[in-house]
């Protein structure tokens, strides 16, 4: 059975960010070094970084560009790689995922059967916000949210 896929009016958050260029089915390859790369940056910056927390905005496409990224409290200045980022307003298209992250393609692809079957339209892109890290894969959050035409 696909996760239950909900619509919500969404609002953008903002992101500290280093984009890369991902083939398709290769994100697991370059996310955690543009993160750390973020997080270094983060850890200078006094009061920039709020509780949020890691989000990868995909911005669909051959190949796909994604901004992996960390939520922020205010604009700031681009440094180096790391640069500010919004993910988009409007209506979306949501599942929350709990447990392990191996299980995010299921997220996705109930999207995708959603949308086909609902005849709405993908706007192409899409994002994740990653919950709190728990020990636990079982417990771990992670909401996929794709932005609808």
Do not use: C
Request: glycine letters at 8%; charged letters at 25%; a negative charge.
């Amino acid at each position: 059975m696909l996760p239950q896929v909900e619509v919500e009016v969404v609002s953008p958050r903002l992101l500290a960010a280093v984009r890369r260029e991902v083939p398709a089915g290769r994100v697991g390859d370059v996310w955690r070094p543009a993160l750390d790369q973020v997080w270094a940056f983060l850890r200078t910056q006094p009061g920039l970084r709020s509780d949020g927390h890691n989000v990868f905005l995909y911005h669909h496409g051959d190949p796909m560009n994604a901004d992996f990224g960390v939520e922020v409290t205010r604009e700031f200045a681009a440094s180096g790689e790391v640069r500010p980022a919004k993910t988009p307003s409007g209506e979306a298209a949501v599942v929350r995922h709990v447990g392990p992250y191996d299980g995010l393609a299921a997220a996705h692809s109930a999207i995708h059967a959603w949308a086909k079957e609902s005849d709405r339209a993908l706007a192409g892109t899409s994002w994740e916000i990653y919950g709190d890290w728990n020990e636990d894969p079982a417990k771990l959050e992670t909401w996929v949210m794709y932005l609808l035409r």
